[in-house]
T-cell receptor, first 119, second 112 residues
Framework: KAGVTQTPRYLIKTRGQQVTLSCSPI?????VSWYQQTPGQGLQFLFEYFSETQRNKGNFPGRFSGRQFSNSRSEMNVSTLELGDSALYLC??????????????????FGEGSRLTVL | LAKTTQPISMDSYEGQEVNITCSHN???????ITWYQQFPSQGPRFIIQ???TKVTNEVASLFIPADRKSSTLSLPRVSLSDTAVYYCLVDGGGNRDDKIIFGKGTRLHILP
């Protein structure tokens, strides 16, 4: 079956602009989480969505936002871009597991990411 | 939130067994331990997951002592293609409000 698809794969923006990234999860997966990856900070959790509701949010400013649609596809938006927002943005999907089986997230399936460069 | 600590980097040679240890001192009762592998410019890929004792699959083994405050990922007979970053993740089995926290990962370099 098709994996997690992220678009666009690469993009270049300038400071002050805004960007929207898209993530299509694996069919049947209802949970989508987003991460920012930079060389210095590693993988940092941005937010998680389940059934169109944001379930949790990482320690990022309000410029970072997201949403999930009824078909489980998700988007994240970053407004007023800063140079430090340059990063690989990864999306992961998972099946919602029972509370005591395979952890809350079960296996996370990641997309290949969207590499954002802010000039 | 259970924070994880891993070595920043490790070197080994082809054909050797590699063990990467992750510390998670404040792991909660319902937390599971999961390991991911990441190659450059790719998303992480699931390797193995466990709750206690030992879990083995076709690519790795995961050893978890009784107190569960640490875990060890064991890669048997590594090859050059195992050069990657390995992340340990502690995930709450019952608490849906927990953030998903990845550590800084261990950069494993396999030498010929």
């Amino acid at each position: 079956k098709a994996g997690v698809t992220q678009t666009p794969r690469y993009l270049i923006k300038t400071r002050g602009q805004q960007v929207t990234l898209s993530c299509s999860p694996i069919s049947g997966h209802r949970s989508v989480s987003w991460y920012q990856q930079t060389p210095g900070q590693g993988l940092q959790f941005l937010f998680e969505y389940f059934s169109e509701t944001q379930r949790n949010k990482g320690n990022f400013p309000g410029r970072f936002s997201g949403r999930q649609f009824s078909n489980s596809r998700s988007e994240m938006n970053v407004s007023t871009l800063e140079l430090g927002d340059s990063a690989l943005y990864l999306c992961a999907s998972s099946r919602e597991k029972g509370t005591l089986t395979l952890g809350r997230t079960g296996e996370l399936f990641f997309g290949e990411g969207s590499r954002l460069t802010v000039l | 939130l259970a924070k994880t600590t891993q070595p920043i980097s490790m070197d080994s040679y082809e054909g050797q067994e590699v063990n990467i240890t992750c510390s998670h001192n404040n792991i909660a009762t319902n937390d599971y331990i999961t390991w991911y592998q990441q190659f450059p410019s790719q998303g992480p890929r699931f390797i193995i997951q466990g709750y206690k004792t030992k879990v083995t699959n076709e690519v790795a083994s995961l050893f978890i002592p009784a107190d569960r405050k640490s875990s060890t990922l064991s890669l048997p007979r590594v090859s050059l293609s195992d050069t990657a970053v390995y992340y340990c993740l502690v995930d709450g089995g019952g608490n849906r409000d927990d953030k998903i926290i990845f550590g800084k990962g261990t950069r494993l370099h396999i030498l010929p």
